[in-house]
C-alpha cells in the first residue's frame, strides 16, 4: 500500500527519491498475498476477496472427464478425474500509470512554492514462487526489479525529471492476523536528460503489520516499518560528503479498506514518519524530520487484472534543521494498474 509521498530533493542531487519505490517493494503482502482470511476479506489492504480468486482452470477432482471422441463413453464407460494438480504462478508483471497534481512539486515553504501535474509510470518485474508453510504460518519470498519516470508538466521543474531504477529482493512471513516483512532494495536515480546518475542507496527495512477484520466489509491493517538508508551523491569539490542523506526512518500507518461493493474499494489512511539523519545541512550535527501523511484512495477494479483508482492526501513535513524547509502539500489524481501473474 503506497500513499504517493515523494521525498524532499536529496542534497547535491538533481532529482528526488519516492518513497513509493520503496512502497512497493517491500510491502508486497498488500498486493499479492493470496491468503484469505475466515472474515471474509483478504489479508490485503485493497483487494477484494472475490476478485482475486482464481478461475477454474481444469474440471474439479471427482467429476466425469470429457469425452475425447464420440462415443468414448459407450466403448470404455466414464471417466473419473481422481485428482487435478493446477500449476502455481511463478511471476508477477506490473504496469502502473499515475497522473497527479502537486500544490507544492518542488517542497518549498511560503511562497516559494511550485505547483506542477507529476506523471508517473512504473514497470515491475518480480519472481514469486508458491508460498512455503513454515511452522504455523507460511513464508512468501520475492525478487525482482522496478523502473519508474517521474515526470514534471511545469517548465520551471523539467530539470527534475528522472528515472528511478530499483532492484529488491523481500520475504514476508505469515502468521494468522499478523505479518512480517523484511527487504534488502537498491535504487539509483537517473537525471532524464543525460541518464547520469545522480543519487543511489541500499535501502535494508523490517515491517511489521497485524490485521482487523471488522464483519465482513472492513478490515483494519495497523503496520510499522523501519528501515536505513546507506546513500551517495555525487561528490563535487567542497560539497557536502557522499552519505549526507544517510537516515534511520520508522513510520507506523492506519489503513481501513471499506469493501463497498464487488469491484470497488474505498481507503482512508493515516502515515506518521520519523527521519533521523547522520548529517544537518551544514554536516554539525544530525538531523531530525518529522512528516504526516493522511488521506484517500477508491480503486475500482475492472477485472483481476486491471484497476483504477483516484486518490487525494495531505502531507506535513517538519524539520529541526533551520536550513531544510517545512512545508505543506496536497496531491489528487488517478492513476491505472495492469498486473499479470503466471
Not at 494438480?85 to 511463478?90: A, Q
Request: aromatic share 16%.
Amino acid at each position: 500500500r503506497c500513499f504517493f509521498h515523494r521525498d524532499p530533493l536529496p542534497v547535491a542531487a538533481e532529482s528526488c527519491l519516492p518513497s513509493y519505490i520503496a512502497c512497493l517493494s517491500l510491502v508486497w503482502s498488500f498486493r499479492w498475498a493470496q491468503t484469505n482470511t475466515s472474515h471474509g476479506l483478504k489479508k490485503s489492504s485493497h483487494v477484494p476477496v472475490e476478485q482475486f480468486q482464481k478461475p477454474i482452470t481444469a474440471l474439479p477432482s471427482a467429476t466425469n472427464a470429457p469425452e475425447l471422441f464420440t462415443g468414448e463413453n459407450t466403448d470404455v464407460g466414464p471417466q473419473r478425474i481422481l485428482r487435478q494438480t493446477i500449476r502455481p504462478d511463478y511471476f508477477d508483471v506490473f504496469f502502473d500509470s499515475q497522473y497527479f497534481y502537486s500544490d507544492n512539486a518542488n517542497f518549498a515553504s511560503g511562497s516559494a512554492k511550485i505547483g506542477s501535474p507529476v506523471y508517473v509510470n512504473t514497470v515491475q518485474l518480480a519472481f514469486t514462487p508458491p508460498d512455503l508453510k513454515l511452522g504455523e504460518g507460511k513464508f512468501g519470498p520475492a525478487i525482482g526489479f522496478v523502473s519508474q519516470w517521474y515526470n514534471y508538466d511545469n517548465s520551471q521543474l523539467n530539470s527534475l525529471d528522472f528515472n528511478a531504477q530499483t532492484a529488491f529482493i523481500s520475504g514476508r512471513y505469515t502468521f494468522n492476523d499478523w505479518q512480517f516483512g523484511l527487504g534488502l532494495n537498491y535504487t539509483r536515480l537517473l537525471d532524464q536528460g543525460s541518464y547520469d546518475q545522480t543519487y543511489s542507496e541500499l535501502l535494508p527495512a523490517l515491517t511489521v503489520q497485524r490485521f482487523f477484520p471488522i464483519g465482513e466489509k472492513f478490515i483494519l491493517v495497523a503496520g510499522n516499518q523501519l528501515d536505513y538508508h546507506f546513500t551517495s551523491v555525487p561528490q563535487t569539490e567542497g560539497g557536502p560528503t557522499a552519505g549526507i542523506n544517510n537516515r534511520l526512518d520508522d513510520a507506523i500507518s492506519l489503513t481501513l479498506s471499506w469493501l463497498a461493493t464487488k469491484r470497488l474499494t474505498v481507503q482512508p489512511y493515516f502515515r506518521f514518519q520519523y527521519s533521523n539523519y547522520r548529517y544537518n545541512t551544514l554536516q554539525t550535527s544530525d538531523r531530525n524530520d518529522y512528516l504526516t501523511s493522511f488521506g484517500m484512495t477508491v480503486v475500482y477494479y475492472i477485472n483481476k487484472n486491471l484497476s483504477l483508482r483516484s486518490f487525494i492526501n495531505y502531507n506535513i513535513k517538519r524539520s529541526d534543521d533551520s536550513y531544510t524547509p517545512s512545508y505543506d502539500e496536497y496531491n489528487t489524481g488517478l492513476g491505472g494498474t495492469l498486473n499479470f501473474n503466471f
